[in-house]
């Protein structure tokens, strides 16, 4: 088939762009591997943007993980952040559907019972205990709910957005919320402040802002300290902000299509025992 014509096909399908960019800009093998992956029903491969940060974090761990299929518990910050989420998609599901937000008992209620869930499960608790986990999620939470939840309109909750990428790769996001007046806003569970360049750079927040074509974003930040504290950090996307994103994410499936895995780079702070599962695993292989 000619390029045209393989063009002509894949709009038949439904496809109008590979990698974020439209079909006449792909090459012909693009174009060819992405109709064969369509025509023989074959399931497209997906990354998660949990996939793609952690192979630009490190690219051995990204091997134990997803190459390997090693699997470590998840560590107690995580639950903590899981139990909120979780409390949050309730209360802005609920105010999508009868456009008024749940009591605070009930929101905190839905916590509880997701952090109960997930604890019941291996958890390492190694910078706090779960008591001590519990606790400051459901303060975070009380705070957010008089300091900043209740202003939030939302429009969409939770939406899974599918991305075409090129050579059959496709990215699967899903959003945490979107807000009438504010845009895409994402979640964050944390136990520090983030800075504004931390905001600015955000690859999550320019993927998320590509997919729905959504320039405004924000983070409403959680932060989980003795006296809580909310940060709603808001601000707009260009498009080379989105191009920035199509690129980066273009380089993480080339590399891993060429099962290119380099390590974290030396002295990198996420690279040790404590924030590392593999660390142990991986310091040995490389030092025989």
């Known amino acids: 088939m000619t390029k045209a014509e393989l063009i002509q096909e894949l709009r038949k399908r439904g496809v109008e762009k590979i990698w974020g960019r439209g079909l006449s800009r792909c090459l012909k093998n693009e174009l060819e ?15 998660s943007l949990t996939q793609v940060q952690m192979y ?6 990204y091997w134990f993980r997803y190459i390997e299929g ?12 899981r139990a909120c989420h979780r409390a949050l998609e309730h209360d802005f599901k609920t105010a999508l559907k009868e456009g008024v937000h749940e009591p605070v008992d009930v929101l905190l209620d839905v916590y509880n019972e997701a952090f ?45 957005v599918e991305l075409l990428l090129f050579d059959g790769i496709n990215l699967k996001v899903v ?3 979107e807000d009438i007046a504010e845009g895409i806003l994402d979640h964050k569970i944390t136990t520090r402040k983030i800075n504004a360049q931390d905001f600015a750079g955000d690859l999550q927040l320019r993927v998320y802002s590509y997919a729905k ?8 930040v959680l932060v989980r300290k003795k006296s809580p504290e909310i940060q709603l950090l808001r601000g707009k996307l260009k498009e ?49």
């Not at 074509?213 to 409403?220: A, D, I, K, L, T």
């Open 213 to 220: 074509r959504q320039s405004r974003v924000g983070f409403n």
């Open 116 to 160: 109960k869930a997930e604890n019941e499960r291996e958890v390492l608790w190694d910078r706090e205990t779960p008591e001590e986990g519990f606790k400051s999620g459901r303060a975070v939470l009380e705070r957010f709910a008089t300091n900043g939840m209740e202003t939030i309109v939302p429009v969409a909750v939770e939406e899974e």
């Open 70 to 81: 090693k699997k470590v518990p998840p560590r107690g910050a995580a639950i903590v952040g």
């Open 240 to 288: 080379a902000d989105w191009n920035w994103a199509l690129n980066i994410l273009g380089y993480v499936a080339q590399g891993i299509q060429r099962q290119v895995f380099l390590p974290a780079p030396p002295g990198a702070w996420w690279c040790s025992p404590q924030w590392c599962g593999y660390w142990e695993e991986c310091h040995r292989e490389l030092s025989q």
């Open 175 to 177: 959003i945490d919320l």
């Open 56 to 61: 630009l974090r490190c690219g051995l761990q």
């Open 33 to 47: 591997l992405a109709l064969r992956c369509l025509s023989e029903g074959q399931t497209m491969p997906y990354l």
